[in-house]
């Protein structure tokens, strides 16, 4: 099946700071989503983005799916941003998702 | 989103027992997932439904069962047989015309 990996696995970072979250997907997709996992485990849509660039207030992210990569930006981050990162990917032959490890942001004030 | 609820919210079981989960939709949802999480991990598929009457077996079947009698329903039981249930499990449904997948809350289960 598809392989997807995270990096960094762990990251910290100052309040205010700005940050690049990377996703490695190892065969062509038709989904690409990220989610951030809240302390509490709920899992929280932020991109359905399987090809192109889109923005959401501070967060951005791109992906190309040609070179089989998806960046997730973080911008002027916050305290509120601390959680998991989960890049997830369906590949042409199927619609189940698969997830990657998750990156782990942690944001002191 | 807001329209899968998973329930209960937390639940403890005893060695030997099996345990039902809920996981209902009203978003139109043809196909449901559900997906298990152990600590510090991501996300590993059960079972899939694409249509009622009918599931697939994801990557860790083994030890649960599942049904989809109603579309806008599908449980997760927990059997005996399955040998490390302590997790957190986490139910979605898909959106139809992108592929687009929303989970519920969770349900975290304790084995004592």
């Known amino acids: 099946g598809i392989q997807v990996e995270q990096s960094p696995p762990d990251l910290i970072l100052q309040e205010g700071a700005n940050s690049t979250l990377r996703c490695n997907f190892s065969?062509?997709?038709?989904?690409l989503q990220w989610f951030h996992q809240n302390p509490w485990g709920q899992l929280i849509n932020l991109f359905y983005?399987?090809?192109g660039t889109k923005q959401n207030g501070r967060l951005s992210a791109t992906t190309v799916a040609t070179e089989r990569y998806s960046l997730l930006y973080i911008s002027s981050s916050q305290t509120t941003d601390s959680g998991v990162y989960f890049c997830?990917?369906?590949?042409?032959?199927?619609?189940?998702?698969?997830f990657g490890g998750g990156t782990r942001l942690m944001v002191k004030p | 989103d807001g329209g899968i609820t998973q329930s209960p919210k937390y639940l403890f079981r005893k060695e030997g027992q099996n345990v039902t989960l809920s996981c209902e939709q009203n978003?139109?949802?043809?196909?449901m997932y559900w997906y298990r999480q152990d600590p510090g991990q991501g996300l590993r598929l059960i079972y899939y439904s694409q249509i009622v009457n009918d599931f697939q077996k994801g990557d860790i079947a083994e030890g649960y069962s599942v049904s989809r009698e109603k579309k806008e329903s599908f449980p997760l039981t927990v059997t005996s047989a399955q040998k490390n249930p302590t997790a957190f499990y986490l139910c979605?449904?898909?959106?139809?015309?992108?592929?687009?997948?929303?989970f519920g809350e969770g349900s975290r289960l304790t084995v004592l």
């Open positions: 997830a990917v369906a590949g042409n032959a199927g619609n189940m998702l698969t």
């Open positions: 979605a449904g898909r959106r139809a015309n992108t592929g687009e997948l929303f």
């Open positions: 065969d062509s997709v038709n989904n």
């Open positions: 983005i399987p090809s």
């Open positions: 978003l139109n949802h043809d196909a």
